[in-house]
């Protein structure tokens, strides 16, 4: 299947003055070049927060925009060995709405390039029925691969990372999108 692909791009940081800024400065553009995907954007700097997750019309407008989703590119720093409080109220802003859908993983953060968030991310998506790919692009000490201007020191190697990522979450976006044509996901353990 080569038809069209939405892909929701989220990002787990809100806060103001955010590095997250400076990734999506270099990573947009990037997407831009696979075009068979329209991209939607989930913002937690967009969306209201309550002491009980998002509130109502935020919920309604993140869970609109994942049922519509194909697949996903988490764009997440690591806060303490873990990912955004932000980020978790949007994962449980919905549940069927992810199911038989692939997610793919963006990291940054220090030593660790945020893949100590990214593993606990796998184990959320898991309970999600969504397919947490292999890959990552990962930032380490992501504030020294970005000069002033928020352009990549290495471009080729950030870019060539992200090409092999976005192929592998292609091929489960039109795997899974098919499948879930043929069998609805709910029926399929009925
Ligand atoms: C509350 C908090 C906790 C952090 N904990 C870690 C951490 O455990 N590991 C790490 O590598 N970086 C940690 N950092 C550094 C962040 O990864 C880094 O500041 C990153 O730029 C945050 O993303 P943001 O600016 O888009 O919010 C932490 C930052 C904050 C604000």
């Known amino acids: 299947m080569t038809e069209r692909l939405t892909i929701a791009l989220i990002y787990g940081s809100g806060r103001e003055g955010r ?11 990037e997407l831009a070049g696979f075009h068979q995907y329209d991209i939607i954007r989930i913002d937690p700097a967009e969306l209201v ?4 997750g998002l509130d109502e019309a935020s919920a309604e407008r993140v869970e609109s925009q994942i049922l519509q989703a194909d697949a996903f590119l988490i764009v997440t ?3 303490n060995h873990a990912y955004p409080a932000a980020l978790k109220a949007i994962i449980d802003s919905c549940f069927r709405p992810w ?7 963006i990291s940054y953060g220090g030593v660790s390039g945020g893949l100590r968030a990214v593993e606990q991310l796998r184990l959320v998506f898991a ?3 969504a397919v947490a790919i292999r ?11 970005f000069d002033p201007a928020g352009n990549p020191f290495r471009p080729g190697q950030l870019n060539g990372q ?14 899974l999108k098919t499948a879930r044509i043929a069998t609805r996901y709910d029926e399929a353990a009925a």
Not at 19 to 29: H, Q, R, V
Not at 99 to 105: D, E, L, R, S, V
Not at 162 to 175: Q, Y
């Open 99 to 105: 199911h038989a859908k692939p997610i793919a993983f």
């Open 77 to 79: 720093p690591e806060y």
């Open 19 to 29: 590095f997250a800024d400076t990734i999506a400065g270099w990573l947009e553009p």
């Open 127 to 129: 309970e999600l029925h």
């Open 49 to 52: 927060f309550t002491p009980g």
């Open 135 to 145: 890959e990552t692009v990962s930032l380490a000490h992501a504030w020294t691969q």
């Open 162 to 175: 992200l090409t092999v990522l976005m192929r592998r979450l292609t091929w489960w976006a039109n795997a």
